[in-house]
């Protein structure tokens, strides 16, 4: 019942938050609201330039070691008191995230497997 009461609630809240801030939001357009903000300075150039996809994969590729590390931190610590079941689950998510990043990698022609 009460997870009930919370999702809808959670549900409630932003759709009427939404709905009312037209009621409190001025409407006056101002020019410079229409520009890219550099610091105060008048924005030199186009604002949208293009990435390349490796900077992405670059992005994924630390997320996913940034995860990894806090997990095997956390299983580290507590890796005497641990079933064999929960090791094994841990190698193979281990092992998943490593076919992953080979799999990256070369994608990214970075290694020949």
């Known amino acids: 019942m009460g997870v009930a009461?919370?999702?809808i609630i959670a549900l409630l809240f932003p759709t009427l938050a939404f709905f009312l801030s037209r009621y409190f939001r001025t409407d006056k357009h101002d020019p410079r609201g229409e520009t890219t903000y550099e610091c105060g300075e008048v924005p030199i150039g186009d604002a949208q330039i293009q990435f390349h996809f490796?900077?992405?994969m670059y992005a994924i590729m630390f997320v996913a070691f940034d995860l990894v590390t806090v997990f095997v931190l956390l299983w580290a610590l507590v890796f005497?008191?641990?079933?064999?079941?929960?090791?094994?689950?841990?190698?193979m998510f281990i092992g998943v995230l490593l076919v992953g990043v080979t799999y990256a990698l070369k994608k990214e022609e970075i290694i020949w497997i």
């Open 5 to 7: 009461v919370f999702a």
């Open 54 to 56: 490796q900077y992405y």
């Open 80 to 91: 005497a008191d641990l079933s064999e079941l929960a090791k094994l689950f841990m190698v």
